[in-house]
């Protein structure tokens, strides 16, 4: 039998020897999009955009890419679509379901942070990179402060489908104390306690 192979080269997964030169060329089309990228201050150089763009590739542990717009996080496919599609979802959903919607969301993440980052989301240490991983797919900036949680630039604004989302994510209760942007959650005691 094979030893198991690594999923990313080393200079992928950040082990790395020394630093190395190397020549990237792109065609001039790529180049002018990074020139003005550069120029406009949205990138300040190519090198930090490109450890950028290695970054997001390790974050995701992009898999398996199929081009264009499909790509997969382990077992989960990852779709970007416009915040404006989801927020229309929401907006025919009756209120007393954003909780549940919340929560089955919340378990479908589980399974997928499990299988993708090999990590119990219910152990707090394990938060920042589950919290990380939330980030670069979108759904939104989240902190722990003491027994606070606080989400800034959430994909969706419903407070009711975030509580349930990170409660069935996290394995905790939570009270809601800011229902606007930034939302803010109080940890109460972790869901096992309860029972």
């Not at 499990?114 to 670069?136: H, Y």
């Not at 489908?161 to 972790?190: M, S, T, Y």
Request: with cysteine; hydrophobic share 40%.
């Amino acid at each position: 039998m094979q030893p198991d192979k690594p999923r990313l080269p080393d200079a992928l997964s950040g082990k790395g020897g020394e630093a190395k030169r190397t020549t990237i060329i792109l065609e001039r089309s790529e180049r002018d999009f990074v020139e003005a990228l550069i120029k406009a201050g949205k990138e300040p150089g190519i090198k930090p955009l490109v450890s950028k763009m290695l970054d997001i590739y390790r974050s995701l542990n992009i898999e398996d890419w199929h081009f264009p717009g499909e790509y997969y996080c382990g077992i989960s496919r990852i779709a970007i679509i416009n915040v404006e599609l989801i927020n229309i979802f929401t907006q025919y959903v009756s209120k007393e379901k954003f909780y549940e919607i919340g929560s089955r969301m919340g378990d479908a993440l589980k399974v997928s942070v499990q299988s993708t980052l090999g990590v119990d989301s219910s152990n707090q240490e394990n938060w920042d990179a589950i919290f990380k991983r939330l980030k670069v797919q979108g759904l939104g900036d989240l902190y722990l402060k003491d027994r606070f949680l606080l989400l800034k630039t959430p994909v969706i604004n419903e407070c009711e489908i975030w509580r349930g989302l990170l409660e069935g994510l996290l394995d905790v209760e939570l009270e809601i104390k800011n229902a606007q942007v930034p939302l803010v959650f109080e940890v109460k005691k972790p869901k096992s306690a309860l029972e």
